[in-house]
């Protein structure tokens, strides 16, 4: 909640990004900031962004992918995948994702 710091679970699934940009050289990525509700929009898109970049940080310097194949973008608060009135699904609306470019 109100951070950017990469949960410690959250290094497999990154470790699996970074082989399978390492197999395939030529894709590039964005990476997606999202939040939950709480807090004010601006605040909340300011979070989405620097999660995007932290990821984008931990991808570039801690398993090597050269940071020019990845874009960072935030969406805050306003793309929800769950509702925002309940704990388990405020979790599921803080996450990052990744599209293909």
Do not use: C, W
């Not at 390492?22 to 979070?47: C, F, P, Q, R, W």
């Not at 405020?90 to 293909?100: D, G, M, P, Q």
Request: net charge neutral.
């Amino acid at each position: 909640v109100n951070s950017a710091v990469i949960k410690p679970q959250s290094y497999g699934i990154l470790k699996d990004i970074a082989n399978a940009l390492k197999e395939n050289a030529g894709v590039n990525i964005k990476i997606i900031g999202h939040t939950d509700s709480d807090g004010d929009d601006a605040m909340n898109m300011n979070l989405s962004k620097k999660r995007a970049e932290a990821v984008k940080a931990a991808l570039s310097q801690e398993f090597g992918i050269d940071a020019s194949r990845m874009q960072t973008d935030g969406k805050g608060e306003t793309e929800p995948v769950d509702k925002n009135d309940t704990p388990e699904g405020k979790a599921n609306n803080r996450r990052v994702e990744f599209i293909k470019i």
